[in-house]
């Protein structure tokens, strides 16, 4: 079965400044892969998704993410924090062999700094 | 397209009462899954519908159930309320091709 990992529970970083968000998984079929931010009392919404065709993937607000099968790591990345990136941020593999069974990782809180 | 509508967005009850939580999908998508969210637990996944059937189950206790309607609409009931229940529940609707979900905005229980 499928899983993943987010290595930081909490980042913090100063407005302006790259944001580096981590997260490994593993799959045993071709994963499709996720990044979802979620604000305060509101649901999760799509920033960029992996589904086996180009490796880095731009997603909306600035973000990227790059595909690394040797490393089985899926990190999330932007060049400049904004204060309207600070948010939860959930990375979710799906196993396109199993019945697309999602699974998220446990979340990285992103603190912006002014 | 509108998008993912949950209702009610808040509500509270007290132990021993039962809840139920109310889902529209994405018009076309025809997988509607449940999600609780609580501080402790992070997000955990409850129950998947398709096509009026549960394909997959969370690891919840019977108090926790649902059901889809033909026009894909979903519920989700629980019963016997506890203060443990207190969370965000989330359904999101599925885009078959890519399994890409869509999220509502969650409705918040609180149990007194």
């Known amino acids: 079965a499928q899983s993943v990992t987010q290595l930081d529970s909490h980042v913090s970083v100063s407005e302006g400044t790259p944001v580096l968000l981590r997260c490994n998984y593993s799959s045993s079929y071709s994963p499709s892969l996720f990044w979802y931010v979620q604000h305060p009392n509101k649901g999760l919404q799509l920033l960029l998704k992996y589904t086996s065709a180009a490796t880095l993937v731009k997603g909306i607000n600035g973000f990227e993410a790059e595909f690394k099968k040797s490393e089985t790591s899926f990190h999330l990345t932007k060049p400049s924090a904004h204060m309207s990136d600070a948010a939860e941020y959930f990375c979710v593999v799906s196993d396109q062999g199993n019945n697309n069974d999602m699974r998220f990782g446990a979340g990285t809180r992103l603190t912006v700094k002014p | 397209k509108a998008g993912v509508t949950q209702t009610p967005r808040y509500l509270i009850k007290t132990r021993g009462q039962q809840v139920t939580l109310s889902c529209s999908p994405i018009s076309g998508h025809r997988s509607v899954s449940w999600y609780q969210q609580t501080p402790g637990q992070g997000l955990q996944f409850l129950f998947e519908?398709?096509?009026?059937?549960?394909?997959n189950k969370g690891n919840f206790p019977g108090r926790f159930s649902g059901r889809q309607f033909s026009n894909s609409r979903s519920e989700m009931n629980v019963s016997t309320l506890e203060l443990g229940d207190s969370a965000l529940y989330l359904c999101?609707?599925?885009?078959?091709?890519?399994?890409?979900?869509?999220f509502g905005e969650g409705s918040r229980l609180t149990v007194l």
């Open positions: 999101a609707s599925t885009l078959q091709d890519t399994g890409e979900l869509f």
């Open positions: 519908y398709f096509s009026e059937t549960q394909r």
